[in-house]
């Protein structure tokens, strides 16, 4: 099947060489000709047209740093929906507003040209392996064309309402993630202050009512080894729960925790740790509690 993916960093990158190893036909954009030229060695089609690349494939795919340049990407000059076939899927795994995606999704509607939000969870060690988590929002028949695509990419592909309703999880998935990582962090640095072994308060944590995934894989495998290496950085996981909280504040709902939560991010990235991996954020409470958390 011809897919394009147009954005190929950490995440889109990945992306379209899961779906060239599955067998598709597979076209690319992106601004950085050097990382078009790799993906061309590996038998991709560059394009340098944004146009030409949505005229010559059914099924486009957006993986780029947020909305508002997915909105460019669509309708810039020149951009996607200048070329997009009637009939025609634009499949959106960007970390977006839900607000944005469905702007997007109605303008395209109007040429006839469908939209699914697919945004991702796994990190890219699941992206290369296809065992991403993929939340959906879109019309059901429009994804029921796409499922078979989606499930080359990732083992979980849910469902989860309408357009904007996958943009709206994986920011919601994201703030549980962030305020856990956050917390963790804090109570581990406390806890070596306090004079405890990390690796066995680590230990109860794991077999206790605290354990998560931040206790369970993060901590062992990146803070506790000090690799940090992921690949989801500090910069886009306070973004992430910028979204969550701006959707609260507009649905009034209370973010009394996921607001200090937030606070703690936004000083990270201020702190010039934005590029850096988010498990990276355990570094920055450990600067402050004057402790290194560490196997």
């Known amino acids: 099947m011809k897919i394009?993916?147009?954005?190929?960093?950490?995440?889109?990158?990945?992306?379209?060489?899961?779906?060239?190893?599955?067998?598709?036909?597979?076209?690319?954009?992106?601004?950085?000709?050097?990382a078009v030229a790799r993906f061309a060695e590996l038998g991709a089609t560059g394009y340098q047209s944004l146009k030409t690349l949505g005229a010559e494939h059914p099924f486009v795919i957006t993986v780029l740093p947020n909305g508002d340049i997915v909105k460019k990407v669509v309708f810039g000059e020149q951009g996607l929906a200048a070329g997009m076939r009637e009939g025609s899927t634009l499949i959106d795994m960007t970390s977006s507003v839900?607000?944005?995606?469905?702007?997007?999704?109605?303008?395209?509607?109007?040429?006839?040209?469908?939209?699914?939000?697919?945004?991702?969870?796994?990190?890219?060690?699941?992206?290369?392996?296809?065992?991403?988590?993929?939340?959906?929002?879109?019309?059901?028949?429009?994804l029921a064309d796409a499922d078979a695509i989606l499930r080359d990419v990732g083992e979980h592909v849910i469902h989860v309402g309408d357009l904007g309703a996958g943009h709206t999880v994986k920011a919601l998935n994201n703030l549980i993630t962030a305020t856990t990582l956050a917390i963790t962090s804090e109570a581990?640095?406390?806890?070596?202050?306090?004079g405890v072994d990390a690796q066995k308060m680590l230990d109860v944590i794991n077999v206790g009512s605290g354990k998560s995934v931040s206790s369970e894989m993060k901590f062992p495998q990146q803070v506790m080894s000090r690799k940090f290496d992921v690949g989801f950085t500090v910069g886009?996981?306070?973004?992430?729960?910028?979204?969550?909280?701006?959707?609260a504040h507009q649905a009034g709902v209370p973010t009394f925790v996921s607001s200090a939560a937030y606070e703690l991010w936004k000083f990270g990235v201020a702190k010039g740790c934005g590029a850096m991996d988010h498990t990276a954020i355990a570094l920055v409470v450990e600067e402050m509690a004057g402790v290194e958390i560490k196997g």
């Not at 990158?13 to 067998?23: F, I, P, S, T």
């Not at 581990?188 to 306090?194: D, I, Q, S």
């Not at 886009?236 to 959707?247: P, S």
């Open 236 to 247: 886009l996981m306070c973004k992430d729960v910028g979204i969550a909280l701006d959707m």
């Open 98 to 142: 839900p607000a944005i995606t469905t702007e997007v999704g109605q303008a395209l509607s109007k040429q006839g040209i469908h939209m699914l939000d697919a945004p991702v969870s796994g990190g890219v060690k699941k992206a290369e392996t296809g065992q991403l988590t993929i939340m959906v929002g879109g019309n059901a028949a429009v």
């Open 4 to 34: 394009a993916v147009v954005g190929l960093g950490n995440m889109g990158g990945r992306v379209a060489k899961r779906l060239m190893e599955q067998g598709h036909e597979v076209g690319i954009y992106d601004t950085d000709a050097a």
């Open 188 to 194: 581990m640095a406390l806890g070596v202050k306090m």
